[in-house]
């Protein structure tokens, strides 16, 4: 059973940056294209940023030039790298992987309702 845990989160001023991180236990993440989402206090959960079993990647128009994802297979891990933090980033955020080890798919489509794993989140909280 594999299992996902994330870290990195905090309490940051506007403007600064946290890398997020997911570590994996349990199996490698080579098969899986992986993704990031959050959900805010009295929002849905929305999908941030996901990238496929290569470098392929794709980020919600919220984040595109202040977010990055990126993954370490070696190290079962991926990242998320946050700057330009704004208020409106505060939200719970979750990783979560999708198998593709069998379609051997390198599209970067993160959609919730296919994702076969979930971490339990971390909080990250910009305010000033």
């Known amino acids: 059973q594999l299992q996902l845990v994330e870290s990195g989160g905090g309490l940051v001023q506007p403007g600064g940056s946290l890398r997020l991180s997911c570590t994996a236990s349990?199996?490698?993440?080579?098969?899986?294209?992986i993704g990031w989402f959050r959900q805010a206090p009295g929002k849905e959960r929305e999908r941030v940023a996901c990238?496929?079993?290569?470098?392929?990647?794709h980020y919600a128009d919220s984040v595109k030039g202040r977010f990055t994802i990126s993954r370490d297979n070696a190290k079962k891990a991926v990242f998320l790298q946050m700057n330009s933090l704004k208020p409106g980033d505060t939200a719970a955020y979750y990783c979560?992987?999708?198998?593709?080890?069998?379609?051997?798919?390198?599209?970067?489509?993160?959609?919730?309702?296919?994702?076969?794993?979930w971490g339990k989140g971390t909080l990250v909280t910009v305010s000033s």
């Open positions: 979560a992987v999708d198998y593709v080890g069998l379609t051997n798919s390198e599209q970067p489509i993160c959609n919730q309702g296919s994702m076969d794993y």
């Open positions: 990238i496929g079993r290569s470098i392929l990647t």
């Open positions: 349990g199996a490698t993440l080579d098969d899986f294209r």
